[in-house]
Structures are given as C-alpha cells and as structure tokens.
C-alpha cells in the first residue's frame, strides 16, 4: 500500500513540475534535504535545503522553459520510515535553435516517513553540456552559470 502511495507521489511532483508549479513539486522535501543534480555546468547542483532546492528549479525554468518530464519506470523498496524510489524518466525541451532536446534520467529519492530528505538526479551530462551550449550561443547567460552549491 506504501509504495502505490509513494509512486501516486512521484507522479504528482512530476506532473506539477512539468506545469512550473515547483512549490507545489517540492512540497514533501524535508527542510533540509539533500539534491544533488549530477554535472559541472548551469544545472548542476549540491544543495542541503528545500530553500535552495527552489532556486535550482527557477534557474532550470529559466534555461528549459518549456521542460517536460515523462515517467518510465518507478520502483519502491524500503518501508515507511526509510524508503528508496527510483525513477527513470524523460526529459523534453525545445531549444532556442528550435531542435529537440530529449535526456534520459533517473532520480533516487530517499523518503523518511512522507518527507524526502534526499533527491539524487542524473542525466546524460554530455546531451546537458550541448544543450546548453546552444542556449548560450543564443544570449541566455544563465546556461554559461556555475553549478549551485550551498
């Protein structure tokens, strides 16, 4: 029964993150989480507060900001009081040259007792590191940005 729920919550985050509602995606984050976006570039991050967390999600909105997320596949183990969620999922986006982007990623969730308290995702970085070279040429700064660290 957990992890139907679990998964229904993974589902829910997603949805609301491909409608740019990110207060509502991020709304089971401990306060003070650990995120983890895997990469040396504009949306690459080692963060420790749901805070934070937030303000990766604005700085992604405004490199991708017609970013959407399909689900593939989410696997639950764990009980309650510690569980681990996988999810593998795909990433869309149209760039400013007008080319598709599409990633490949998963996300491990750890989740105490409703609340997650650790987010780990990791995407293709070299289709990241293209990506974002091509929104670069096109004037958007933030895409040539330091990855977030707090």
């Known amino acids: 029964m957990y992890q139907m729920i679990a998964k229904h919550q993974v589902r829910k985050a997603f949805s609301y993150i ?6 509502k995606a991020i709304a089971n984050f401990a306060p003070h989480i650990r995120f983890t976006f895997a990469g040396h570039h504009a949306i690459g991050a080692d963060l420790n507060s749901r805070q934070s967390v937030r303000h990766w ?15 593939d596949r989410i696997s639950v183990s764990g009980l309650p009081w510690d569980m681990m969620v996988t999810t ?16 490949r990623g998963v996300q491990v969730l750890r989740i105490r007792f409703g609340q997650a308290i650790e987010d780990h995702i990791i995407e293709d ?16 700064p933030i895409a040539d940005a330091m990855p977030i660290h707090d």
Not at 18 to 23: E, K, S, V
Not at 57 to 71: M, Q, S, V, Y
């Open 57 to 71: 999600f604005d700085r992604l909105h405004e490199i991708f900001p017609d970013l959407k997320l399909t689900i």
């Open 18 to 23: 491909n409608q740019g509602n990110f207060d």
């Open 88 to 103: 593998e999922f795909d990433v869309y986006a149209t760039l400013p040259n007008r080319q598709a982007y599409h990633n």
């Open 125 to 140: 970085n070299l289709l990241v590191a293209d990506a974002l070279q091509v929104i670069r040429e096109f004037g958007n």
